[in-house]
């Protein structure tokens, strides 16, 4: 099994999941904010960092933009039903 360089398993060795523990205490809409800050970060360093690849970068932006937009989905309410 290989090791997950975007959402590996310490994030998950409690019975909450970090990022939810984190949507718990500061709420939805900071943690997206946080994703999306987040996910900024790691586009602009594509490449740059040493020891991280061009595809584990992107790999990782997709994921924090991934979650931003799955956290604000779901507090999106359908207004007229």
Known sequence: MSFD???PDHYK????ETIDMM???WGVDRVADYC???AF???MRIG???GESVDDDLN???WYISKARELRESV???MFP
Do not use: R
């Not at 060795?13 to 909450?16: A, E, G, L």
């Open 5 to 7: 360089k975007i959402n």
């Open 13 to 16: 060795s409690f019975s909450v």
């Open 23 to 25: 949507v718990s205490i």
């Open 36 to 38: 999306e800050i987040t």
């Open 41 to 43: 970060k790691y586009k």
């Open 48 to 50: 740059s960092k040493p």
């Open 60 to 62: 990782k932006y997709k």
């Open 76 to 78: 999106k309410v359908d």
